[in-house]
C-alpha cells in the first residue's frame, strides 16, 4: 500500500522558502528550518541558491595570516590565543612584500579574493598604517580585499574603506547564549558594534560562525537568526567547523554529525539569499562528498589554499580535482 506523503513544503510555510530578502526572521522560523525533513531542506535551499546565483559558479578567496599568534583574546577555539599553548609562535606583522608576493601568487591560483588576517584584539593606529599599505597593494594587483584585525572604532573603519576595503571580516561565533562559554573577553555586544561601524563606513561585511563547538541545535538557529536579522545582510557568510586543535579548551569536543554542518549551511542560504555563504574552516577534514553536500545545500564560496590562518586546509589541488569532479567554476573565470 503507498504511504501518503504531504505536498512539500508542509512546515514551514512556503513564502519563507521563496528567496525573498527579509530581516524579520525571528528565532522559531529558523529553528522551524532546522526541524526540516533534510531532502526538503536541501530542496528549499537549491531552489533560493538558483534563484539569485549560478548554481555552478564558486567564488575563490585564499586566506593569509598577516601578523599570528600572542592574541590576547581567549577564543576557546583559537589556537592563536595567548592564553592557550598550542605551539603556534607568535610572529610580528608581515612586511608589505611578503604579503604582496603571497597576494600575487593567490591571484596567479585563481583567487578573486585575498583575505588577510592578523590576531589581534583590536588593532593600533600605527599598525592600521601598514594594512592601510597592504590594502592598496593588494588592490592594485585586481583582487578584492578583505581584512579581520579584530574589534574596530568608527575612524578605524572610515581609514580602512579610504584605503579601498572590500570586506571586514568579524564573525559573531554563534548564538547569543552560547557566545560567554566560548569569549570571556569581550561582548556579543562588541561584536555587533563593530559590524555596525563597518557598515556604517560602507564597507561590505563578512560575519559568520562556527558549528561543532558543542553547541545545540538551538544556538546554530540563534547565530543564524541573528544574522538573518541584521538590517542589511553580511555580504559573505562563513560557516566553519570547528578545528579542534590541541591545546585548545575545545581540543576534546565530540566531532559533529557532517549533515548538522551541511543543514546550517542550508538554512544560512534559505535565510539569506543574495549572500555568498562560505565553506571555511574544517573542509581539511571533510570527505568531499561532504563538501559536495554542502555545495548542493548553497555554499558558493571557499577558502583556497594549502593554509587556512594556523591550521590546515586542502592543497589547492584537491579543490580543482573537487570543482572538476563537480563539473564546477569559480566566479567570473573558468576553473582555477
Ligand atoms: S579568534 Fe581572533 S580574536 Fe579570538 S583569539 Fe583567535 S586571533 Fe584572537
Not at 117 to 145: S, Y
Request: with cysteine.
Amino acid at each position: 500500500m503507498q504511504q501518503h506523503v504531504p505536498p512539500f513544503p508542509a512546515e514551514p510555510a512556503g513564502d519563507l522558502l521563496a528567496g525573498v530578502i527579509r530581516h524579520d526572521w525571528t528565532r522559531e522560523q529558523v529553528r522551524a528550518l532546522f526541524a526540516l525533513p533534510f531532502p526538503d531542506l536541501i530542496f528549499a535551499a537549491q531552489r533560493v541558491h538558483r534563484l539569485h546565483f549560478d548554481p555552478r559558479e564558486v567564488q575563490i578567496s585564499t586566506l593569509l595570516s598577516i601578523k599570528t599568534g600572542g592574541c590576547p583574546e581567549d577564543c576557546a577555539y583559537c589556537p592563536q590565543s595567548a592564553y592557550y599553548d598550542t605551539g603556534v609562535a607568535a610572529a610580528k606583522l608581515m612586511d608589505l612584500d611578503a604579503v604582496l608576493t603571497a597576494a600575487t601568487a593567490a591571484k596567479a591560483a585563481g583567487a578573486g579574493r585575498f583575505c588577510m588576517g592578523a590576531a589581534w584584539r583590536a588593532p593600533k593606529d600605527r599598525d592600521l598604517d601598514q594594512v592601510c599599505a597592504m590594502i592598496g597593494g593588494v588592490r592594485a594587483l585586481g583582487l578584492e580585499t578583505c581584512v579581520t584585525l579584530g574589534m574596530l572604532t568608527p575612524p578605524q573603519a572610515w581609514r580602512l574603506k579610504r584605503a579601498g576595503l572590500d570586506y571586514y571580516n568579524h564573525n559573531i561565533d554563534t548564538s547569543p547564549e552560547f557566545y560567554g562559554e566560548i569569549i570571556t573577553t569581550r561582548t556579543y555586544q562588541d561584536r555587533l558594534d563593530t559590524l555596525a561601524h563597518v557598515r556604517d563606513a560602507g564597507i561590505h561585511v563578512c560575519c559568520g560562525g562556527i558549528v561543532g563547538m558543542g553547541e545545540s541545535v538551538e544556538d546554530r538557529a540563534g547565530m543564524i537568526a541573528t544574522l538573518a536579522s541584521l538590517t542589511v545582510h553580511p555580504e559573505s557568510v562563513p560557516i566553519n567547523m570547528l578545528m579542534r586543535v590541541e591545546g585548545t579548551p575545545l581540543a576534546g569536543e565530540a566531532a559533529l554529525d557532517p549533515l548538522e554542518f551541511v543543514r546550517t549551511i542550508a538554512v544560512a542560504r534559505i535565510t539569506m539569499p543574495a549572500s555568498m555563504v562560505r565553506l571555511s574552516a574544517g573542509r581539511e577534514s571533510m570527505s568531499a562528498e561532504t563538501q559536495a553536500l554542502c555545495l548542493l545545500a548553497g555554499a558558493n564560496s571557499i577558502f583556497y589554499g594549502p593554509k587556512l590562518l594556523t591550521t590546515a586546509n586542502p592543497e589547492p589541488d584537491r579543490d580543482l580535482a573537487l570543482l572538476d569532479r563537480l563539473g564546477m567554476v569559480s566566479m567570473g573565470g573558468s576553473a582555477p
